[in-house]
C-alpha cells in the first residue's frame, strides 16, 4: 500500500510509512521512485521508533531522521537530500 497526504498548510505532499506484510524496501523504492517522477521531494513523516529501525534494517543509511519538536512530527528524507538542505 501506498500512502500519500497532501498537508493542509499548503505544503508539499509528503507519505505515511507503508505498513502490513510484505517487502518494506520495496514499498520503500515505490514511494521515493513515485516522490521522483512527481519533482517532490521524497519524505515520510509520523513514523514510530520501530518502523525507523525496520526502515534503517532495510536501508541502512539511505535515510536521515529528525524529529521536529516543535510541532511533534517525526520526518524521514533522503540522507543526499538532508544534506543539500542543511548547506
Given at each position: 500500500?501506498?500512502?500519500?497526504?497532501?498537508?493542509?498548510?499548503?505544503?508539499?505532499?509528503?507519505?505515511?510509512?507503508?505498513?502490513?506484510?510484505?517487502?518494506?524496501?520495496?514499498?520503500?523504492?515505490?514511494?521515493?521512485?513515485?516522490?521522483?517522477?512527481?519533482?517532490?521531494?521524497?519524505?515520510?513523516?509520523?513514523?514510530?521508533?520501530?518502523?525507523?529501525?525496520?526502515?534503517?534494517?532495510?536501508?541502512p543509511?539511505?535515510?536521515?531522521?529528525?524529529?521536529?519538536?516543535?510541532?511533534?512530527?517525526?520526518?524521514?528524507?533522503?540522507?543526499?537530500?538532508?544534506?543539500?538542505?542543511?548547506?
Open positions: 500500500m501506498l500512502v500519500k497526504m497532501s498537508p493542509l498548510d499548503g505544503g508539499h505532499d509528503c507519505y505515511l510509512a507503508p505498513v502490513g506484510q510484505g517487502d518494506l524496501g520495496a514499498a520503500l523504492d515505490a514511494l521515493e521512485q513515485d516522490a521522483a517522477e512527481r519533482g517532490l521531494p521524497f519524505v515520510i513523516v509520523s513514523v514510530a521508533e520501530p518502523m525507523i529501525e525496520r526502515i534503517e534494517a532495510v536501508r543509511g539511505k535515510f536521515t531522521f529528525s524529529h521536529d519538536s516543535e510541532d511533534g512530527d517525526d520526518y524521514i528524507y533522503l540522507a543526499e537530500q538532508a544534506a543539500h538542505a542543511l548547506r
